[in-house]
């Protein structure tokens, strides 16, 4: 079963090759002129990634050494997404199924992350949570097989790569800001600045990270109120203790709440996953404080952390040995409900 999946959910253009299993491709190009924005530009992306599908679907095939011909299922994000760059890939993805006469699966993107560490070995046993943690989402998911889940907890406001990509502009860092403050916490003082722990106890399973980012606002108006205009003005190590108090504030919410789920749900095992999974503080502490607690915790392998379409053919593959036959009519969506039901139905 050879499996070519496509992913154009919102500034990078993927396309992957697996066969049998095993990956053989994963060329992920990223639009970076989006930088000079301070965001991302729906219609620029969209537009870039007109440009970038074929060649891109062109360099796996090459790269996975392969010829259209044998693909037996492609895989496209459906979404969520920004819908013009969705449809790019979708409808690419759809072209290329009818006309080899081989079925189309419509993938969620965040369902795709969820399974991210199932492209390593070893990777979790069902069932599991799952810890997604992107640039849009921020969920706990019990996973108790393909196409069976429930959200156990969500954001209530900011996603938490959206309170590093907010902090980060605040401090003068490019886009996305979640590299950089990641690089500087590591050479900060994470006790610093005592930044809130918001709802970390709630008593449910939510999140919310917008008080937070308020809080490095109120932090940097209050001590530094130059810097908002002129980021020059705050020195590097006082910048390098705001990034680790702030990053320390982050993870220390996630792990907890995501410590607590697991011993509520009686999972032994944990997958991080989404572009804040690259984070190497939230990588080693819940790898660490999971060990204490005798549970496995998986990361995704760094190729695998942000958007790329080896996630894609990874879960169409597994769908589609669950029975899923996919269809040419899967529409894209900006938006869906977290537990994902109607994408896998
Ligand atoms: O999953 P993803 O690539 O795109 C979405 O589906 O949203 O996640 C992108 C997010 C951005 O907010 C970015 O700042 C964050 O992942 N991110 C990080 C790191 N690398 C990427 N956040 C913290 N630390 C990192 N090392
Ligand atoms: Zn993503």
Sequence with gaps: MTVLGIESSCDETSAAVLRDGALLA???SSQFFHHAYGGIVPELASRAHVRAIVPIIREALAEAGISLREVDLVAATQGPGLIGSLLVGLNTGKAIASSLGVPFLGVHHIEAHMFSTFLSDPH????FLSLVVSGGHTLLVHVRGVADYQTVGSTIDDAA?????????????GFPGGPEIDRRAALGAANAIPFPRPLLDSGDFGFSFSGLKTSV????????????????AIPDDTLNDICASFQRAVTDVLITKTLRAAD????????LAGGVSANRELRARLTAAGAR?????????????????????????MRH????????HAPAFA????DMRHATA
């Design 217 to 232: 606002l109120y932090y940097l108006r209050k001590h530094h109120r130059d810097a908002l205009q002129d980021h020059s």
């Design 161 to 173: 790569g959206e309170a590093f990509d907010k902090v980060g502009k605040m401090l003068g860092f």
């Design 321 to 328: 040995a669950h029975g899923a036959v996919g269809s040419l």
């Design 264 to 271: 509520a749900l009686g999972v032994r095992d944990i997958a």
């Design 335 to 338: 938006r869906v409900s977290p």
């Design 124 to 127: 979790p046993d069902f069932p």
């Design 26 to 28: 994963n060329i992920i």
């Design 293 to 317: 607690e005798g549970r496995r915790v998986f990361v995704p392998d760094a190729a695998f952390t942000t958007d790329n379409a080896a996630m894609i053919a990874k879960l169409a593959s």
